[in-house]
Structure formats: structure tokens, C-alpha cells
């Protein structure tokens, strides 16, 4: 279907961009206009007219109305619709050099065919604009590499057409994923796969907060909802003790049990999210109402870089950005963000002592999932650096979290792509909004609740 709309729209774009030429000779074939004295003249005035105005008006509705296709969002339709006009664009433009050819041999070049040929590359410039415009804007996947690199080769040939090929090989992608992902949405939304016994809790990590407008999560927790499942969030600060951290997420527990009803909760937990949420269950009285914890690259053992880290810095740089970040988060909400506490926290000895005295509840479900990255430049910075770093002292590792400091109750393994790549700290947690090839991150959390669900969790 999509070939046969790219043909007609091929063919749109040719009639559309030639219109001076072929308007010309069709006017010099049919002679000058009729005086519109009578009702036949008349029609055959606006006849006439409407052979140059439908083109013309079909050709912009094509450059402003967005591409419409069933279950993609306005943003990726608008994308699908930039893609469209690029490749039409080439279309049209391998179409139109021998067109312009075999008219150039059979009716000459003159300054007709000439001002054509300036009219038409406008045209399609302005048509490709229109498409490069639409994917550079509304793609989440194109990173800012390539944009940047676009900027400033973009007339440098044939660098351009490599970037260009490697641009709209990452927007079909990315428009394939968004298809697929709605399929077997579709296919399943009766199943209610992920609607678990008790509604689940997604507790953060240290240093961001649950935002309205930026989810923490990405887009796991909408395509989980599309799956039944009932989602809410740990609502803790964004840097204070564990133990603090774990009085709030306390608070939030009770919080969703008065809302729902439900006796328990799930929660999954990512990074120091799973601290706060072990001192929760076993120091502030909520195993009995914690169904199961899943960890998701947890220092449970704490991290050896941060011990390093804190020990050798300068007191002064520590208090320093300490301070400062203390003071960003206040004006971002937090009541009494505590930055150092809690680092501290994380460091390899507090986990050891914590570890002696936390001692996990027999009736709870405790899971544990783990990521490790291959290759630094797979992920952006600071990540891509730490991950070297952090290799030295704890082995390999997430970016900021080892893979041996992440197992806690039942380890459900290691989670790797192809060998080359790995997944990072923020790659788990679908922060960045990437599509990693060979790997769903959204579909991984799918099948978390719907494994919790078969457990009658």
C-alpha cells in the first residue's frame, strides 16, 4: 500500500514541479482563454483553471498535512510524514533529471525549459526542506550527533548523502519499532497481561525526582498501563539518606493502599531506589504489606568508586557541589535535599553495615536484574566515562553500577543486547527514549509484571 501511495505521490510531486512547463504547452495546445460570455465558456474557463489548481492544491496539502497511520501519536505521524517526503523527494528527483533530459532532445532548451528547471529545484528543495525539517524535529532517535554533523556537511557531497542514508535509516527504524509496538499492543490489550494482584509502585534512583513532565521511566510505565497494569510512582526526594528515602516511600505505600484497596504492593526499584525500598520493608514495618521487590541495577553492595571518590576529593569541591546541587533541587522541589548523604550511603562499607542489618522479610518476593555496557561510546556522557572508571575498582559494570553489586534474592541474570553494545545505567530505564536494536525495553518490563502476575502477585 505504502508503494503504491509513494508512486501517486511521485507522480504529484513531477506534475506539481513542472507545472510552468507543461502549463505553458498545454495553453499553447488549447489557445488563449475564452471570453466567459456564456455557460459553456464559463465551465471551460474553470475546467481549465482547475487543471492548474487541484495539482497545485494536492501538492500542499501533501507538504502540511501530517501522514495519518492508525496508533501512531500526532508527534510520530508527523515523522512518518517527514520520512515520506524525503524519499519522495529522491523519487521524484531521479524521475525528473531523465525527464528533463528527453524534453531537453525533443523540444529544446529555451528559456522556458530553463525557468522550469530553476522553478522545479526550488520546489523540491523546498520539499525536501519540508521533510529534513519534520524528521530533525520530531525524531527521538536521530541523538544529537547526527544533527550536528548534518549541520554542518549537509552541502558537502557525498558526505551528505552518506548522513543522509544513515538519517533516514534511523527514522525507519524508529517508525518500524513504533508500528510493532502497537501491534502487539493490539493483539494483547484484552489479555491485560500486566495486571498484576497488587498495583505496582516504580520507586527512582538517586538524583532525579517524579516528575510530571519528565518520566523518570521513559516510556515503560504508559506501555505497561496499556497493558492493565496500575502504576504509581515512590514520590521520594531526589537525594537524602536511604533511611529518609525510605520514610517517604513508606508514606507513598500506605498512600496506594488507602487509594486502591489493595492489601499489598509491587515495587520495582532502580538503583538506590532498591535501598530505600529494602530499610521500607524490613526497618519500617511494610513487609506485610509488600507483595514483592524487583532491583534493577541496586548497589546492594554498595560502590568501591565511591568510596575511593569521596575519600580523596577535596572536602571543599565536595561541599561545594554538594551545595549547589542542594540548592538546584530545592528550587525543583524537594524539601531538604541531602546530596551527600546520600552518597554516602552508597558507598561499599555503608552497604556492608547496611547489608548486616537489613535483613530481608521471608514474606516478601525479592528479584534482582542486572546490565552491563561493553564499550564506552555505546551511551552518552557522564556514563560513558565512569564506566572506565568504575571497571578499575568494582569490574564491569552499568555505568555507575556493578554487575556483582546489583544480584540480590533471586537474580534473574544479566540483561545484554548483541555483544558488542550492553545496556547502561540510563538505558534500563528507558531515560533517554532510545530504540537499542535487539532489545525492547519496554516489552522486558511487559514480561516482569506479567511473570509477577503468574506468581498471583
Known sequence: MKKYRRTLETILILITINILW???????????????????????????????????????????????????????????????????????????????????VNFGIDKLFLWNMAAAYCLLLLHYLNGFWRTAFYSSQLGLGRRVAM??????????????????????RELI???????????????????????????????????????????????????????????????????????????????????????????????????????AISKLGMAPYVASLTTINTPHRGCKYADVLLDRLPKGLIQYITRRYNALYYMLGDERPDLLAGLNDLRATSCEQFNEEIIDSPDVYYQSIATGMKRPHNTFAPLNFTYLYIKIYDGENDGLVSIDSAKWGNFLGTITTDPKRGLSHADI?????????GFDVSEFYVGLLSDLKEKGL
Request: hydrophobic share 45%; charged share 20%.
Open 22 to 104: 507543461w502549463g505553458v504547452r498545454l495553453h499553447e495546445f488549447l489557445g488563449p482563454f475564452p471570453a466567459p460570455d456564456s455557460a459553456g465558456a464559463l465551465l471551460t474557463c474553470i475546467g481549465r483553471i482547475l487543471i492548474y489548481l487541484i495539482p497545485a492544491t494536492l501538492f500542499l496539502t501533501l507538504e502540511l498535512v501530517p501522514c495519518y497511520e492508525k496508533g501512531l501519536s500526532v508527534r510520530l505521524q508527523l515523522l512518518s510524514g517527514g520520512y515520506e517526503l524525503i524519499l519522495t523527494t529522491i523519487y521524484a528527483l531521479l524521475t525528473e533529471i531523465p525527464l528533463l533530459i528527453v524534453v531537453a
Open 151 to 172: 549541520f554542518f556537511f549537509w552541502w558537502i557531497f557525498p558526505i551528505n548523502a552518506f548522513l543522509m542514508f544513515r538519517w533516514c535509516r534511523v527514522v525507519r
Open 177 to 279: 519499532t513504533a508500528r510493532d509496538k502497537y501491534l502487539l499492543d493490539s493483539t494483547r490489550v484484552q489479555n491485560a497481561v500486566c495486571r498484576t494482584r497488587y498495583p505496582v509502585i516504580m520507586v527512582h534512583g538517586i538524583c532525579f525526582r517524579d516528575w510530571q513532565h519528565f518520566n523518570y521511566w521513559g516510556r515503560i510505565p504508559k506501555s505497561l498501563k496499556q497493558n492493565g497494569a496500575h502504576i504509581y510512582y515512590g514520590q521520594q526526594q531526589s537525594a537524602i539518606s536511604v533511611a529518609d528515602s525510605a520514610a517517604e516511600l513508606k508514606a507513598e505505600i500506605e498512600h496506594v493502599l488507602a487509594e486502591t484497596g489493595a492489601e499489598k504492593v509491587n515495587i520495582i526499584a532502580h538503583s538506590k531506589g532498591g535501598l530505600d525500598s529494602r530499610y
Open 429 to 437: 530505564i528507558d531515560l533517554v527514549h532510545r530504540d537499542i536494536k
